[in-house]
């Protein structure tokens, strides 16, 4: 059985200061890993993945993943915040067998971003 | 050129009324889905679909229902809509070879008065 737990629903940071979501997972097998961005009124933008290569993952627009699986975590950061990323933050767990039943999402995390 | 698109982006419809919602993609994707985001942001699947099997969650109510003319179209169906249908429709696609990533369209709002 698989699982995904998104720590917080929401978190809030100023203009130029690191962000962090978290997110915690359980799955049966090895798992792959995602996050994904939803801005206002938009779909669901994939940021990054994790496939079992690099435990460290580097995706768009600054953000990156590290894959610890001793925490069982796959928390997002970003050193520094821009406007532009205030959005909703999904993080995915697939278990490496993919498609949609076998990939399951987390809440959400909603990034406030202030000037 | 956009990867997965669907139609319309917004639909405002009566309570008993039949509606469709259209989606292609053009990825050369093996499978199809259409998510259900409730106000809450929350996702849940209710169909997965490629040309050898359509799988169904069985919270779905089966006034949904998906139609599938070729690999690269996956339509959703909904008769006699309730006010409860009202919510946000994404369609996706994903390929078993390449990290079977879900790609998603930009959704379709569903308001049902």
């Known amino acids: 059985a698989q699982s995904v737990t998104q720590l917080d629903s929401h978190v809030s940071v100023s203009e130029g200061t690191p962000v962090l979501l978290r997110c915690n997972y359980s799955?049966?097998?090895?798992?792959?890993l995602f996050w994904y961005v939803q801005h206002p009124n938009k779909g669901l933008q994939l940021l990054l993945k994790?496939?079992?290569?690099?435990?460290l993952v580097k995706g768009i627009n600054g953000f990156e993943a590290e894959f610890k699986k001793s925490e069982t975590s796959f928390h997002l950061t970003k050193p520094s915040a821009h406007m532009s990323d205030a959005a909703e933050y999904f993080c995915v767990v697939s278990d490496g067998r993919g498609g949609g039943f076998k990939t399951i999402f987390g809440a959400g995390t909603r990034l406030f971003v202030k000037a | 050129d956009t990867a997965v698109s669907q139609t319309p982006k917004y639909l405002v419809t009566q309570m008993g009324n039949d509606k469709s919602i259209k989606c292609e993609q053009n990825l050369g994707h093996d499978t199809m889905y259409w998510y259900k985001q409730d106000s809450k942001k929350f996702l849940k699947i209710m169909f997965s679909y490629n040309n050898k099997e359509l799988i169904i969650n069985e919270t779905v109510p089966n006034r949904f229902s998906p139609k599938s003319p070729d690999k690269a179209h996956l339509n959703l169906h909904i008769n006699s809509l309730e006010l409860g249908d009202s919510a946000v429709y994404f369609c996706?696609?994903?390929?078993?070879?390449?990290?079977?990533?879900?790609?998603f369209g930009e959704g379709s709002w569903l308001t049902v008065v």
């Open positions: 799955s049966s097998y090895s798992p792959s």
């Open positions: 996706a696609s994903s390929h078993v070879d390449r990290g079977n990533t879900i790609y």
């Open positions: 994790y496939t079992s290569a690099a435990t």
